[in-house]
């Protein structure tokens, strides 16, 4: 009587790796694409980050959110997974403490600058360019007309009538905006 031997046939391990390069790779792609499709905002600005970052004594690249849950614990989530619960009362006084020792970065400074001089332009009814971010300049329009450049250096906020010229330092957007002989708009 014949026997039968059964033996497991060997997949070459070639295949196992192409396989498995080849679903990395469909991984990837999906991913990508469902960044493209549907982006998400992200609700924490670098500033949160070094905030939190400061609290926990982590590095604020690390953090990839947080949320409160049940009104009571606040939870950070790690980019490398993981996260970690904190008493809520406990968190907010800390975010206060820090926030309030924490020096701003050029960026957010300026971003408050830019803010600072949006609202002087509008009470005064006058139109700025596109901001220099490295020197913090810009000119400024009324009515179509060129009125003189504004900025704000390391000195404070200074105005000039022309391109080359004396800078007028003033403390604040709206004072220097009134150097350029320029008054408030009325309200119609």
Known sequence: MPYTTHTQQA???SSVDEQATAQAELNHY?????KVVAPTQDPLTSR???IIGEIIEVEPESIR???IEGGITVWVQFVEGGRLPFDRDWFATRVAEVKATLPETPLERNERLSD??????TAFGLYHGEIDWLSFSTKLYQDGHFVGFVGCNHQGWYARPRQ???????GN???V??????RMAVAA
Not at 116 to 121: D, I, P, S, W, Y
Not at 164 to 170: E, I, K, L, P
Not at 177 to 182: E, F, K, Q
């Open 11 to 13: 997949i070459p391990s």
């Open 30 to 34: 999906l991913e990508s694409q469902a």
């Open 48 to 50: 949160d980050r070094r």
């Open 65 to 67: 959110t947080i949320w």
């Open 116 to 121: 600072e001089l949006e609202t002087a332009c």
């Open 164 to 170: 080359y010229g004396v800078n007028r330092v003033t």
């Open 173 to 175: 957007a709206k004072d």
């Open 177 to 182: 905006i009134a150097s350029l002989g320029v």
